[in-house]
């Protein structure tokens, strides 16, 4: 059987792997490791979740401290590219416990973080760097770092990086690297884009394929579910409540959705039914993508429902089942979100829901990846729970009961029923272009007439007033309108004093 030490590493890398309990190379690594040492270029082809971080950071800290160069100012040696933050920190990580005897720098920039803060960190340079393509570019214009040191160049799942648009970064970081560099490719898959690309990457690479393209993991135990569209909640309830058994105990559960906005649909729908999940997506910032990760791999949330752009940055070892709550429409991708479980030399269970519009995408996966997952039947009472009349569904809130409003003038009744009728108020208003009633300008002529005493008929409203009440711009001479100034009013009460005291 072959070991590490077979493979001509490091005796530092070799105790950092003996601290980690790791002793026999996966095949990725077997084949990969020996020509890396020598400085060739590599085009690796390996399915997730065979180790290929190992399988080119191992050789590439030996590298680094064979040729024993010092850290280049804003600039580093070997750079990791990598699709998602998930999966940058994954890697630093695993070069941080690789290279902790070699006395190496590593450092991790993605984006989502302060871009002060990673200025701060590549001012003095690096060994390692693993960065996404965006926040890389993004220090490079700022001019607070170069490529100009690079020894080694590692594009890890690079496929999955022309499928987010990364294409031009890539495009622009090779015109920026150095010319004499090595270059090394790891991809689960590798369509025709890859390898124009790898045409300009790399110089007569090694190629290594463990496995045929878009196959599946052989610990992984494939099922199929057809359910319906709307019924998929519930069928995903029963299964995480126990109340309907699928193969493999539950330990930790990744569930796939296709949209962001349907990954935090799923969360709300669990939380009504009383389960906690967590949601990862492109919408959610770093730390909370972080958080949510945390807490799945330490089991203080086991379920953990993510989109196609954490397919492939979630290296957990406990995951025992992987749900396709939605078929994705690109069958590659089918291959990398089943990927999360069996790792680690573990089983792994993947179950499929399928509704009547996504029978082209099962048919494009089983095409592709030539795998036939074995049919499950539905629940016996599923129907009628959906339904609402089987034992699992709560029983319907009764109606609320509307008081009737009480007929007008009966006793008892709200104040608000006694409006008044039109014309009994009187602050209310006519219509505009309403005429007044004959019979209302009628009083309205009788109460305005002056007896020869000099007092009013009337006292009510509309009555005459006494000359000098009034409010108009002369001495007091007529009535005025109550609605003229202020200025208007003081003039009639000054020609009111005068008339009294004459």
Known sequence: MTTFADLGLSQPVLQALAIKGYTAPTPIQEQAIPPVLKGRDLLGIAQTGTGKTAAFMLP????????????????????????TRELAVQIADSAKDYGALAGLKVQCIVGGTSV?????????????LVATPGRLLD???????NLSGIEILVLDEADQMLDLGFIHALRKIRELAPKQRQTLFFSATMPKAIRELVGGYCHNPVQVSVTPES??????????????????????????????AVPGVIERVLIFARTKHGADRVVRKLAQAGIEANAIHGN????????????????????????????????????????????P?????????????????????????????????????????GAEPERLPLPANFRAVVEGVGPEKPA?????????????????????????????????????????APHAQARRTESDRRPQGGKPAHAGKGAARPQGHGQGNGGGNGGGNRSRNRRGRGRGDAGRSRAASA
């Open 329 to 369: 429409n690109v069958p590659e991708q089918y291959v990398h979100r089943i990927g999360r479980t069996a790792r680690a030399g573990r089983d792994g269970v993947a179950i499929a829901f399928c509704a009547e519009d996504e029978r082209a995408y099962l048919k494009d996966i089983r095409k592709t990846t």
């Open 284 to 327: 959610k910032s770093q730390p909370q993508r972080q958080r949510a990760l945390d807490e799945f791999r330490k089991a203080r949330v086991p379920i953990l429902i993510a989109t196609d752009v954490a397919a492939r940055g979630i290296d957990i070892p406990g995951v025992s089942h992987v749900i396709n709550f939605e078929l």
């Open 116 to 128: 002060g803060k990673d200025r701060n960190k590549l001012h003095r340079g690096t060994d390692i």
């Open 139 to 145: 220090l490079v214009d700022q001019k607070a770092f």
């Open 60 to 83: 590439g800290i030996d590298r680094l401290r064979e040729a024993d160069k010092p850290i280049p100012f804003k600039s580093c040696r070997m750079l990791v590219l990598a699709p």
């Open 396 to 436: 319907p809130r009764q109606p609320v009961k509307r008081v009737q409003p009480r007929p007008l003038g009966q006793r008892g009744a709200s104040k608000s029923e006694h409006r008044p009728r039109q014309g009994e108020h009187s602050c209310e208003r006519r219509p505009q272009g309403e005429r007044r």
């Open 215 to 244: 196959t599946t993991a052989e610990r992984i135990a494939q099922y199929l579910l057809m359910v319906q569209q709307d019924e998929k909640l519930s069928l995903l309830e029963m299964i995480l409540k126990g109340r309907h």
